[in-house]
T-cell receptor, first 114, second 117 residues
Framework: AQSVTQPDIHITVSEGASLELRCNYS??????LFWYVQSPGQGLQLLLK??????LVQGIKGFEAEFKRSQSSFNLRKPSVHWSDAAEYFC????????????FGAGTTVTVRA | DAGVIQSPRHEVTEMGQEVTLRCKPI?????LFWYRQTMMRGLELLIY????????DSGMPEDRFSAKMPNASFSTLKIQPSEPRDSAVYFC???????????????FGPGTRLTVL
């Protein structure tokens, strides 16, 4: 069965510091991979996605993620965090098939301190 | 462009009452998903439709929950009767048809915060 693990429930980072959020998946084959962000009281917004090709993916708001097949990981990074990046981040995977379901991780809450 | 529209944004009701949540997907999208988000269980897929047909409702908690999609631009999620444990944020998401391959990018609405007293 497919699963998505986000090992860190909560991360606190200083404004201007770098950020890395971890995501590991368990899947029969290389899935489609996504990172979503949810600001308080809002819906989920797509940050970036990986389907194929270059394993380093650029997204919105200065985020990037790197797909590592050997580690079944898709970690999200940002070189310099802004206070507005405080939110909850979800990693999700979807199958390369006619099944349109996504499996979401439990989420990582990011707090940014001044 | 208008995103996924959900109504109401907030709903407070009493136990035993019927609750209907509404969703308008993005025009041209042919897949629609209903999710429930709680602190305890995170984000759970309840049901999804493809071309207005329910494909997988295995996530629907019990018979009190039902969902319909009478046309490509409207879907409802109904809870009858509602219970306090149904209190959660309910999200609707839609997804466009695949193009040049298969993919699952979903666009989320702002959610409906349901409180059952």
């Amino acid at each position: 069965a497919q699963s998505v693990t986000q090992p860190d429930i909560h991360i606190t980072v200083s404004e201007g510091a770098s950020l890395e959020l971890r995501c590991n998946y368990s899947y029969g084959a290389t899935p489609y991979l996504f990172w979503y962000v949810q600001s308080p009281g809002q819906g989920l917004q797509l940050l970036l996605k990986y389907f194929s090709g270059d394993t380093l993916v650029q997204g919105i708001k200065g985020f990037e993620a790197e797909f590592k097949r050997s580690q079944s990981s898709f970690n999200l990074r940002k070189p310099s965090v802004h206070w507005s990046d405080a939110a909850e981040y979800f990693c999700a995977v979807g199958p390369r098939s006619n099944d349109y379901k996504l499996s979401f991780g439990a989420g990582t809450t990011v707090t940014v301190r001044a | 462009d208008a995103g996924v529209i959900q109504s109401p944004r907030h709903e407070v009701t009493e136990m035993g009452q019927e609750v209907t949540l509404r969703c308008k997907p993005i025009s041209g999208h042919n897949s629609l998903f209903w999710y429930r988000q709680t602190m305890m269980r995170g984000l759970e897929l309840l049901i999804y439709f493809n071309n207005n047909v329910p494909i997988d409702d295995s996530g629907m908690p019990e018979d009190r929950f039902s969902a319909k999609m009478p046309n490509a631009s409207f879907s409802t999620l109904k809870i009858q009767p509602s219970e306090p444990r149904d209190s959660a944020v309910y999200f609707c998401a839609s997804s466009p048809p695949p193009s040049g391959g298969l993919y699952n990018e979903q666009f989320f609405g702002p959610g409906t915060r349901l409180t059952v007293l």
